[in-house]
Each structure stands twice: as C-alpha cells, then as structure tokens.
C-alpha cells in the first residue's frame, strides 16, 4: 500500500511521477526543513515593510484624531470599513473548500484545503483590526464593543448589527482556527517524527498533542472533524449575511435593501476563492508542489470564480431592477449616481472586473492557463475592493439633503493603513508556509491509499 503511485491522486487529474507515502512526506515537509530562500527573505521583508508603514500612521492617526483621514460629514464611513468587509469576504473560500467540499467527499480539495484553511484565519485576523482601527480609540472601542458582565450593569446594543458582527465574526473566528488546528495534528506528528533538531522536536511534540496514528487517535480525529465541518457549514451563509445587515438594516438608499445577504455571500466566495487562486499559483511554483496543487485543482476553482461572477454580475442587474421597480426617487437616484454621478469610475472598474473578466473562463485554454489565472485573480481582486468602496461611499456621499454632499477623498493614512493590512496578512501567511505543512499530508496519503486499492 505504501508503494501507491500519486498517478492515482485523483480519478480526473493524472500527475506523473510514482510516489510513495514517505515521499508525500518528503516532498511537502521539504520547505519546512531547509533554511528559507532569498525569494522568501524578499516576500517577509516586503510584507515587514508595508506593516511597518500601516503600524506607524495608525499609530499617528491614534495620537492625533480621524481628522487626518479622508472621513466627512456626509462620509461617516470611509476605507475602513470597505478593508473590513473586503478581508471577512476573503476568509469565506478557506471554509467553504474545508467544510462544504469535505461533507461533499470531495477529494480535490486535499491539496488546497490547508492553505485556503490558514487564508481564512489571518483574513479574519485583519478584518478584526479595522473597527477597532475605525474607532481611533482601540482602548475605548475593545472595552464597550464586547458584552461582558460588569458591575455597572452596562450592556452594549443588541439591537445594532455592529454587535452582532462581534458574534458573527468572532465565531467564525474560533470554529475555523480549531477546525484548522484539528486538520493539522496528524501531519504536526509527522513533521515532529521527522524532526532532527531537539528543540524543534520539541515545539512539534508540544503541537501534535501526543498523536500516535492509533486507531483510537484516528477515531477521534474523524469524528471531530466531521463535527466542525458540520458547525463550520452554516457559518459560510450567516458570516457575510450578519456583516450585510451593516448596511441591509439602515434607511440608507442603496444599502436597504433584503438582496445584500445572498450577494455579500456570492462575493465572498468569489473574491476568497481568488484570493485562494493568488496564493497557490505562487505557493506552487517557489514550493516545487506541480505535483500536488495542479492545473486540474486550480481548474475547478476558476470554474467557481466564473459561476460565482456570474451570480455577482446578477446581482448589479437586480439591484438596478429593484430601485426601478420600487417607485422610490431616492432609491433610483442612488443606482444612477453609483454608475453615472462622481465616482462612475469605481462602477465600472468594479463591473468590468468583477463581471467582464472572469468571462475568459468559458476557454478551457484560460481557465488552465497560469499566466492568464494569476491575472484574473487580481482584477477579481480589485473589483471586489471596489464593490465594496461603491456600496459604502457611493451610498453616503449624497445624502437626503443637497447641501450636505461632499465628496469622499481617501488620504495617505487611508492607503498607508490598507496597504499595512497587507502586510499583516501576508506575514502570517509566509510564516505559515515556513513553519507548517502548506498541504494536508495526511489526506493526501488518504487518497493515495484510495486510488491503489483500485
């Protein structure tokens, strides 16, 4: 059984080359055992850097107000929170390949399920900076924002979507960090037996939670996983759904609306599992991992960025129809404004990218393509930020009285703090790639076994 060829990793993509289940090992511990590159150094000294330059203007912002950010009467609301939507957005695709594809036994999603599983936490990790960022008081806002028996009998409001964001997120947050962790044990375990160097035998040891490959560890393992899978599921939906009612719940033309819970959902996908398609073609190529993330997997989500495009692009249609056909002036003023008034150059950058591009995808040739999946990754990417700058600015900048509206201009503490977020994302994520396995080994080998018993 240990002899089975990676030629049967999957029934629909054939990977050349026999593999045994040591090699699998070999080949995916090999980035963690060997000192870092120059590619790697390059990357983390990148991402320090735009950390370091969002840490310090925030830091600035903190000692001299939100005045020195583009937010104005009527812009109450600004970049902050288009990140914060942006980033929760992007953690859905890890869930969403972890949890739904694993109860739907789907077996290609064992090579990119780890990655995608670690791209939500630091997504996540970001998104929770901005609305204590947006505050410009952390100290105040982490005291009032979080619901806990105090002596005063203070309670926070209930009724406000902010605090069921609190909630939403925070459990997202804490059921996808331990169903990851979960994912990871047995490979930690393999890594630890492999380990030369005490004190990282040590650290290993401590991480893998005294895993032997029992039949009793083994038990354990899948019925535990298969319960988080299960509490994970229902997250996909309710996450960007409660994060939708920020807006959905308001009186606001152009966010009232009860279509933005099944929208946000669709971009969040899209726009995670773009993300998701950014970080492996990288991870492949600097990695030596063709073998394991191939074409084939990469195929299938470009088939999901396309069908969730088309769902978004849907969407923009039907918002269009609903302010027609609601009767209502302030409504269709909105829509009209959004793709004609002041900012119709964030409309159409988001139509075209989030909408227009992704078309290439009907090609198989395309959508197999690296070159032209890299790039389409990125306009998605891009558009998605834009959706969300559109829904926010677009919806305030004109307001119910004519000689409030203001145009809404993001300075250097807005870009230098988004492009700090950045940072923060991808330091984790290239510490992750350096410290833990990028593919779920034991899966992996699961599916060998599979594939040689046939």
Not at 29 to 47: D, Q, S, T, Y
Not at 60 to 68: D, E, H, I, N, Y
Not at 270 to 280: D, N, Q
């Amino acid at each position: 059984m240990t002899t089975s060829e990676i030629t049967h990793y999957t029934p629909d993509v054939l990977v050349t080359g026999a593999k045994t289940l040591a090699d699998v090992n070999t080949d995916i511990a090999a980035p963690l055992e060997r000192f870092p590159g120059k590619i790697w150094w390059i990357c983390f000294g990148v991402a320090l850097g735009c950390f370091g330059i969002g840490a310090g203007l925030a830091t600035k912002m903190f000692m001299t107000g939100l005045g020195v950010l583009g937010l104005n009467e009527p812009n109450g609301w600004g970049v902050f929170i288009i990140n914060f939507v942006f980033w929760v957005g992007i953690g859905h695709a890890g869930t969403l390949i972890s949890a739904i594809l694993f109860l739907f036994r789907q077996k290609w999603r064992t090579a990119i399920n780890r990655a995608a599983e670690a791209m939500t936490i630091f997504a996540v990790m970001t998104a929770l900076l901005f609305p204590v960022i947006h505050t410009g008081r952390p100290w105040y806002a982490v005291f009032w924002l979080i619901p806990y028996p105090n002596q005063r009998d203070l309670w926070v409001n209930f009724r406000s979507p902010l605090i069921w964001d609190v909630f939403a997120v925070g459990t997202y947050f804490t059921i996808s960090l331990v169903f990851w962790y979960i994912g990871l044990v047995p490979d930690l375990a393999s890594i630890r037996d492999r380990a030369k160097h005490k004190l990282r035998k040590f650290i290993y040891t401590i991480l893998s939670l005294g895993w032997r490959g029992s039949n009793k560890n083994w038990s354990h393992y899948e019925s535990a996983y298969l319960l988080f899978a299960g509490l994970s599921t229902p997250l996909v939906l309710s996450v960007h759904s409660v994060v939708s009612f920020d807006f959905a719940v308001s009186s606001v033309p152009g966010w009232h609306t009860t279509i933005f819970p099944p929208y946000f959902v669709a971009g969040a996908i899209f726009s995670g599992f773009a993300m998701v398609v950014t970080l492996l073609v990288i991870t492949r190529e600097v990695f030596g991992l063709k073998n394991y993330i191939t074409i084939g997997h990469l195929e299938k989500m470009n088939k999901i960025i396309m069908a969730t495009g088309l769902m978004v692009g849907y969407a923009y249609a039907c918002e269009f129809f609903i302010a027609w056909y609601s009767g209502s002036s302030f409504e269709k003023f909105a829509f009209v404004n959004r793709a004609f008034g002041p900012y119709w150059w964030a409309y159409w950058i988001m139509a075209v990218c989030n909408v227009l591009v992704p078309q290439v995808f009907w090609f198989k040739k395309a959508r197999t393509s690296i070159p032209v999946m890299f790039v389409v990754a990125l306009f998605v990417n891009i558009g998605m930020w834009f959706e969300r700058f559109v829904i926010v600015v677009t919806s305030l900048h004109r307001d119910f009285l004519p000689s409030s509206w203001r145009y809404y201009v993001p300075t250097l503490f807005d870009w230098g703090i988004t492009l700090g977020s950045f940072g923060w994302f991808f330091i984790w994520f290239l510490l992750f790639v350096r410290f833990l396995p990028v593919i779920a080994m034991s899966e992996i080998k699961g599916v060998i076994k599979e594939g040689g018993a046939s």
